[in-house]
T-cell receptor, first 116, second 113 residues
């Protein structure tokens, strides 16, 4: 069974630009979550989608948005990039999205975004 | 989430068993214990999880004490590729946060040749 696939693996952008990251979940998984990971802040939750609907959202500005398609693939968009957006962006999928209910999250290897 | 406490670092010789402890004394009766690991610049890798009983899969074994206040992740034959930061978490079983993970600082396991 193929794991979670994220593209691209690395990305370099300049301030003010926008970027779109892509995530293909494990086959059969309907929940896709996005996280930002930095050395200073650790793992921070961005949002979670289930069956094309955003169910949960973290505390990030509106410049961060996402969507999920009917095949469960998901994209994340960051507009008007800032230097502080440099991070590893991780996508995770699961059966239900409820990790407390015997449904682990499975992560991709992330997209390393560098903003200059 | 239930607070978890892990040693900041551990060493293990290649080929030997690595036993990584985790204290979660505030865990409630219906909170699972999850273990993940992260190798530098890669995404967190799910290892194993359990509620009350000991669990084993192709990667590791999870031993949970009867009172559920602590657990031990066992890598039976550690290899150099097992060098990583290991995270023990107990996600809160409530509508407020049952959909997102929060990692602490974890244990840096170094497997030595």
């Amino acid at each position: 069974k193929a794991g979670v696939t994220q593209t691209p693996r690395y990305l370099i952008k300049t301030r003010g630009q926008q970027v779109t990251l892509s995530c293909s979940p494990i086959s059969g998984h309907r929940s896709v979550s996005w996280y930002q990971q930095t050395p200073g802040q650790g793992l921070q939750f961005l949002f979670e989608y289930f069956s094309e609907t955003q169910r949960n959202k973290g505390n990030f500005p509106g410049r961060f948005s996402g969507r999920q398609f009917s095949n469960s693939r998901s994209e994340m968009n960051v507009s008007t990039l800032e230097l502080g957006d440099s991070a590893l962006y991780l996508c995770a999928s699961s059966n239900t999205g409820s990790i407390t209910y015997n449904s682990p999250l499975h992560f991709g290897n992330g997209t390393r975004l560098t903003v200059t | 989430d239930a607070k978890t406490t892990q040693p900041p670092s551990m060493d293990c010789a290649e080929g030997r068993a690595a036993n990584l402890p985790c204290n979660h004394s505030t865990i409630s009766g219906n909170e699972y214990v999850y273990w993940y690991r992260q190798i530098h610049s890669q995404g967190p890798q799910y290892i194993i999880h359990g509620l009350k009983n000991n669990e084993t899969n192709e990667m590791a074994s999870l031993i949970i004490t009867e009172d559920r206040k602590s657990s031990t992740l066992i890598l039976p034959h550690a290899t150099l590729r097992d060098t990583a930061v290991y995270y023990c978490i107990a996600p809160l079983n409530s509508g407020g946060s049952n959909y997102k993970l929060t990692f602490g600082k974890g244990t840096l396991l170094t497997v030595n040749p």
